[in-house]
C-alpha cells in the first residue's frame, strides 16, 4: 500500500467463521489493520462497543459488517449503533454475499453509518478504493 498509514482498530461481524478468516487474512495481507476485531454476532459487537464506548484507542476505525446473520441481523446492528454513545463512530462497510438491490436501497437509510457496499469476499480492488475513499474523507478518531 503506498501512502496509507494502517487503520489501529477494524471491526469484522459476521456469522460465518469462513468469511471472517478470509476477510481478516486478506486485510492483514494488505496491510490495512493493525488489529482486527472479530465478532460472530450483533450482540457481541454491540457488547464489545459499549464496554469501550469512552476509550477511543479500542474503538474501530471501521466496521466492515454482514447483512444475513441468525437472531440479529445488519439491519439491526445498524439500529442499535444509533442508540450507542460513543466516543468515536467509526464508517461502517456492508460486506455481503446479498447481490439484493433491495439491500443497498435500505443502506441508504442510513447514511451517517454506512459508507460503502461491497460483495463477498473482499477484493484488494475493495480495499484501494476503501483506501481512497478513507483518504478523500480524512476520517480519523483525531
Known amino acids: 500500500m503506498t501512502e496509507f498509514s494502517a487503520l489501529q482498530n477494524v471491526m469484522l461481524i459476521d456469522d460465518d467463521d469462513i468469511s471472517l478468516y478470509l476477510t481478516s487474512r ?26 469501550n464506548r469512552n476509550d477511543i484507542n479500542k474503538l474501530p476505525d471501521l466496521i466492515f459488517l454482514d447483512i444475513n446473520m441468525p437472531r440479529k441481523d445488519g439491519w439491526d446492528f445498524l439500529e442499535e449503533l444509533k442508540n450507542l454513545e460513543l466516543a468515536y463512530r467509526a464508517p461502517v462497510i456492508m460486506l455481503t454475499s446479498s447481490d439484493s438491490m433491495m439491500d ?22 475493495d480495499i484501494m478504493a476503501l483506501i481512497h475513499f478513507l483518504k478523500s474523507k480524512s476520517i480519523s478518531k483525531l
Open 26 to 51: 486478506r486485510l492483514e495481507k494488505e496491510g490495512f489493520a493493525q488489529n482486527i476485531i472479530k465478532h460472530e454476532s450483533v450482540d457481541a459487537a454491540i457488547a464489545d462497543l459499549q464496554n
Open 104 to 125: 443497498k436501497i435500505k443502506s441508504s437509510r442510513y447514511p451517517n453509518y454506512v459508507f460503502g457496499f461491497f460483495n463477498k469476499p473482499l477484493k484488494v480492488e
